[in-house]
């Protein structure tokens, strides 16, 4: 996911919170704490705003 919050514009955001918020594994942002959904990078604040997501491929066994 994004490091660069989309409200500040800082690169901050591997310097947030991880949590979850009704079941839902969240970040939150260290500046004004915005939690953004870590599956899909939605905002659960603000559903029009997102942190880009990049896929993870599989790892070997």
Not at 19 to 34: E, T, Y
Not at 35 to 58: K, N, S
């Amino acid at each position: 996911m994004g490091n660069r919050d989309p409200f500040t514009g800082a690169a901050v955001v591997a310097d947030g919170i991880m949590g979850s918020r009704d079941g839902v594994p969240v970040v939150a942002s260290p500046l004004h704490k915005q939690e953004f959904d870590l599956r899909t990078g939605v905002c659960l604040d603000d559903p029009e705003v997102a942190l880009p997501v990049l896929p993870v491929p599989p790892s070997p066994r």
